[in-house]
C-alpha cells in the first residue's frame, strides 16, 4: 500500500505547482480537474499491460473483461499485479491531486466519479471498460486510506471466506458508502460512493446471476482445471 501512495506521490507535486502557478486561472484550473480524471480513468492498464507483454487481448479472451482479474487468467500474477496496482492509480493519483489542491468536497466528488467513469467508459476504447473494482479502491485510498483499508480488508474476508472474487467485491462496494460515513462524516462523498457501488452492481449482473444458480468460479478454481487438464 505504501508502494502505491510512493508511485502516486511522483509528479503531484509538480501539477500543484504549476497550476498555483497559473495567475487568475487557478479556478479553471481546477474544475479542468474533472475531465482530467476521466481522461486518467480511460487509460486501459489490462489493455496496455497485455499488448507489452504479447497477451491476448482480454476483451476478447477470458471473461472478456479488461480488468487484474481477467489478465491473471490469460497472463498470469505478474501481469495482473501490475494491472492492478495501474487501475488503482487511475483513482488514487487524480483524488490526491484534488486534495492536495484543497478543493471543495464537491469538487473532489466529481473527480472521483469521473475517474471511476472513465475505466468503466474509456474514450480511448471505444466506451467499453472494466468493472472498476481496482479503481474504486484507489478512490477510496485517496479519500482516506482508513476507508481504503477498511474495503480492501472486506473484499480480503469475503474472498476467504467465499472463495468468489465477485461476491467479495459486491460486498465491499456496497459496504463502502457506510465507511464513507463512519470516517468522513461527509454526504456528497456517501453520494459518491452510493453511486459507484450501483455501478459496480450493475456491472456484475452476470456474476449476479451465476451465483444464485451455483455456476460462478470459484478463485483458484481455473488453476485446478488447468492442472487437471495437463495431467
Not at 444458480?213 to 488453476?223: D, M, N, T, V, W
Request: aromatic share 6%.
Amino acid at each position: 500500500m505504501c508502494l502505491v501512495h510512493s508511485v502516486a506521490g511522483k509528479g503531484i507535486g509538480n501539477i500543484h505547482a504549476f497550476i498555483l502557478a497559473t495567475p487568475g486561472k487557478g479556478e479553471m484550473a481546477i474544475w479542468a480537474l474533472i475531465p482530467l480524471a476521466y481522461l486518467m480513468g480511460s487509460v486501459s492498464t489490462a489493455i496496455i499491460v497485455s499488448r507489452l507483454l504479447g497477451l491476448p487481448d482480454p476483451r476478447q479472451q477470458g471473461s472478456k473483461n479488461p480488468g487484474a482479474t481477467n489478465v491473471l487468467r490469460l497472463g498470469g500474477k505478474k501481469a495482473a499485479g501490475v494491472t492492478l496496482i495501474g487501475d488503482a492509480l487511475k483513482g488514487l493519483i487524480p483524488v490526491l491531486i484534488a486534495k492536495s489542491l484543497e478543493v471543495s468536497p464537491e469538487i473532489l466528488a466529481a473527480v472521483s466519479l469521473a475517474a471511476f467513469l472513465g475505466h468503466l467508459y474509456p474514450i480511448f476504447f471505444g466506451f467499453k471498460g472494466g468493472k472498476g473494482v481496482a479503481t474504486a479502491l484507489g478512490i477510496f485510498l485517496g479519500l482516506s486510506p482508513w476507508v481504503g483499508l477498511a474495503v480492501l480488508a472486506t473484499w480480503l474476508l469475503m474472498a476467504f471466506l467465499f472463495r468468489f472474487s465477485s461476491l467479495a467485491a459486491l460486498t465491499a462496494a456496497l459496504l463502502s458508502p457506510l465507511y464513507l460515513w463512519l470516517i468522513l462524516h461527509s454526504e456528497v462523498l456517501v453520494g459518491v460512493g452510493l453511486t459507484m457501488a450501483l455501478l459496480l452492481v450493475s456491472r456484475h449482473r452476470a456474476n449476479i446471476e451465476r451465483l444464485l444458480k451455483g455456476e460462478e468460479s470459484r478463485i483458484g478454481s481455473g488453476k485446478k482445471k488447468a492442472s487437471k487438464a495437463s495431467e
